[in-house]
Each structure stands twice: as C-alpha cells, then as structure tokens.
C-alpha cells in the first residue's frame, strides 16, 4: 500500500500545531522542506520551528535539505527532532560526505533526483541510501503538474532496489494528484509526498482512496 509522507508546506502555516494534530492519523511521517534562499528561491522551515513542532506529534519528521551547503544543517536539524534527511544531488558537491554524516548522526538519508537527474547518477551512493525521492517538479515549485517521466523514472528506481534486494525506499514529491498518483502506484513508488492532496480534502476519505490503488 502507499504510503504518506505529509509535506506540511501545503498546511495552514499559522496553525501548523492543529494542522499536524488533524493529519497525523492519515500520514506516516510529516516531510519537511527547508530552503535557505540560495538553492532554490524560497526561504522555508528553520530549525528551531521544527524544534517547537517536535512535541505535537510522536511521527518520523523527514527533512529535505533543499540548501546549498546540507552539510551546515545536519547537525542543527538532528538537535531539533529530525529523523530522516534527503539532499538533492546537486547541491551536494560532496554527496558521500554528506550521506555518512546523515547516517553517522544515526538518521536515515536520502538523495532527491530533480527532473535533469538520472537514475544512473545514484550509482555511487546505493549502499547508504535508505530513501531514494523522485521530483515531479521543478525543485522548491509548489502547485505544479507532474512531469510524464515520472512513472518511468520510479520503475526504473523500483528495478534497482528490487533486483539488489536493497531496503530503500522509492518516494515521488511533486505534482501529487488524484490524476497521478494511481500511475505511481502502479509503478511501484512506496510512498508519496501529499500537500494539498491531504491537507485541502478530507484526510480520512483520501486514505480509503489512496489504499484501493
């Protein structure tokens, strides 16, 4: 079954309290997008708001380091609760350093391909990659369609992790949409990154939905 890992940037950020209370039930973990203006042209979740969020909700808290230096955050996000990282590969110019320092810190890590990425690219990194994040979009894009590569691109992901007998996740962001999401599923993603999908419907109807995929 697919699973939910809620992204609260689609939540009404002046209640993110109630906002996560509501959800919680339906969501798996809470994803966290921070940007820090560089790159990408945004300026989003700081550590210590993710500290102050920590205590409404006992669920994994999963943060996508959308910065130019990752390496810089890692620490400061693990004081403030933070239990899974994804980077994007460009902006780590040392990928590996970055990956072992995540899962030196003992938190799970990941590497989120943008739409110009391969599935080629992730060679190096296989062994330490507990997430494997496929963008629908442009990166730091919210309310955006999803490209038509991403289907592909996921069962290309699936493939590998299933020829390898790897424990990586496959997880789609992006463009997630009652009118993409079946197509994910089919393609073997394991979990989705719903914003307005969960936050703007009713949770509870969407998760009977989203189970009969």
């Known amino acids: 079954m697919v699973k939910c890992s809620t ?3 689609s939540a009404d950020l002046s209640n993110l309290a109630a906002e996560i ?3 919680e039930p339906y969501s798996e973990r809470f994803h966290i997008d921070v940007a820090d203006g560089h790159h990408v042209d945004a300026l989003l979740f700081f550590p210590d708001l993710v500290k102050a969020l920590r205590r409404h909700t006992q669920r994994p808290f999963e943060v996508h380091l959308m910065t130019a230096e990752p ?5 400061r996000f693990v004081d403030a609760g933070a239990d899974a990282f994804i980077v994007s590969l460009p902006s780590a110019s040392a990928a590996l350093d970055v990956l072992r320092a995540i899962k030196s810190a003992g938190k799970a890590a990941g590497i989120c391909l943008g739409l110009h990425d391969r599935i080629e ?3 190096p990194y296989w062994s330490l990659l507990d997430i494997v994040g496929i963008l629908g979009t442009e990166i730091g894009v919210k309310g955006a369609a999803m490209d038509p590569s ?4 996921i069962r290309q992901a699936r493939a590998i992790v299933t ?8 997880q789609a ?3 997630i949409r009652r009118t993409t999401v079946p197509a994910m599923a089919a393609a073997g993603v394991d979990f989705i990154v719903p914003g ?4 703007a419907e009713d949770p509870a109807e969407m998760r009977r939905w989203l189970a009969t995929l």
Do not use: A, K, N, Q
Request: hydrophobic letters at 40%; aromatic letters at 10%.
């Open 7 to 9: 992204s609260l940037w």
């Open 196 to 199: 307005s999908l969960m936050f």
């Open 150 to 153: 991403v289907p592909e691109r």
């Open 21 to 23: 209370r509501r959800v």
């Open 163 to 170: 020829r390898h007998r790897l424990g990586t996740i496959v």
């Open 173 to 175: 962001d992006g463009g």
């Open 121 to 123: 690219d992730l060679e």
């Open 71 to 75: 390496m810089r955050w890692i620490d």
